[in-house]
């Protein structure tokens, strides 16, 4: 890594810890982004007839939403494939063809799903805890989760530990997540995450695959708020920095598709082969 890509990475990491450490943001912001989201909980699964118990059981979680007045949608591929189509033309479309792994497809169909529509966008593999979650659709300000990765340990650091003011370790990065995605349709920060994200897949790379992290993924999702403050001083305005996510949903850990393909990072970089595997059916 180059000395420049290097200091970029570190201006983007420090500005994201300044976001998760200030002060919450005062409720008058949220004038900026009156426009409220549909109560709407969309996910995604590429191939609904493998669809893993493990992965089912936390999809599943999230009925108790209802009772709260959401909705609930699940896409796969190719119903992905056709709103994307239908909502966004056929350049967009094929933009999402060229996503060669299911995570890419996700990142990918995430961003076009909340531009268009507005609502929140969750992760198969989030086990929703049952609180209330009404409060995150008051407005139209993008919502999202600050995550850091230690890179001593090559683990993630704890939200108790880095959401503290003034804490830091040189051996932190960190960046915010695209899960969830929470906002209003067509938010700025969305759309330009979307443009950068079509642009870099349109891209003819003989080499090798795109990074899936940088290409569709938090990464571009960081850079493109970064880019964006720097040029906006309002845009901090537009956001929300969710430091307490994981009292709402967690991430699963361990589930049965994290050891094979299916695994993104098992498969950054490399062909997505669509092999049927053992036990899909019957994981839990």
Request: net charge negative; glycine share 6%; with cysteine.
């Amino acid at each position: 890594m180059s000395d420049s890509t290097e200091a970029d990475h570190r201006a983007r990491s420090n500005f994201v810890q300044g976001c998760v450490q200030q002060s919450p943001d005062s409720d008058v912001a949220s004038s900026v982004f009156p426009r409220k989201p549909p109560k709407r909980i969309v996910q995604f699964w590429n191939d609904l007839d493998r669809l893993p118990g493990d992965v089912r059981d936390c999809l599943e979680s999230w009925r108790t939403v209802e009772e709260q007045g959401f909705e609930l949608v699940l896409f796969d591929e190719s119903k992905a494939g056709e709103f994307i189509h239908r909502k966004l033309g056929p350049r967009y479309k094929n933009a999402y063809d060229k996503c060669y792994h299911p995570a890419m497809q996700s990142d990918f169909f995430r961003l076009c799903y909340i531009l268009v529509e507005g609502g929140c966008y969750v992760d198969a593999d989030d086990v929703y805890h049952g609180h209330a979650i009404q409060h995150l659709f008051n407005d139209g300000r993008l919502k999202i989760q600050p995550l850091c990765y230690d890179m001593s340990t090559h683990g993630m650091v704890s939200p108790s530990a880095f959401t503290k003011p003034g804490v830091n370790d040189p051996n932190w990065i960190f960046y915010f997540n695209n899960n969830p995605l929470i906002a209003g349709r067509a938010h700025p920060i969305i759309e330009l995450a979307l443009a950068r994200a079509t642009l870099a897949l349109e891209r003819d790379i003989a080499d090798e695959l795109p990074d899936i992290q940088s290409t569709t993924g938090p990464g571009n999702l960081t850079k493109t708020i970064f880019d964006t403050a720097i040029k906006n001083d309002e845009t901090r305005k537009t956001l929300v920095v969710l430091c307490d996510w994981e009292n709402i949903a967690t991430s699963k850990w361990p589930l049965s598709y994290r050891n094979d393909e299916r695994n993104w990072r098992l498969s950054d970089r490399r062909e997505y082969r669509r092999s049927i595997l053992q036990n899909d059916k019957g994981d839990a």
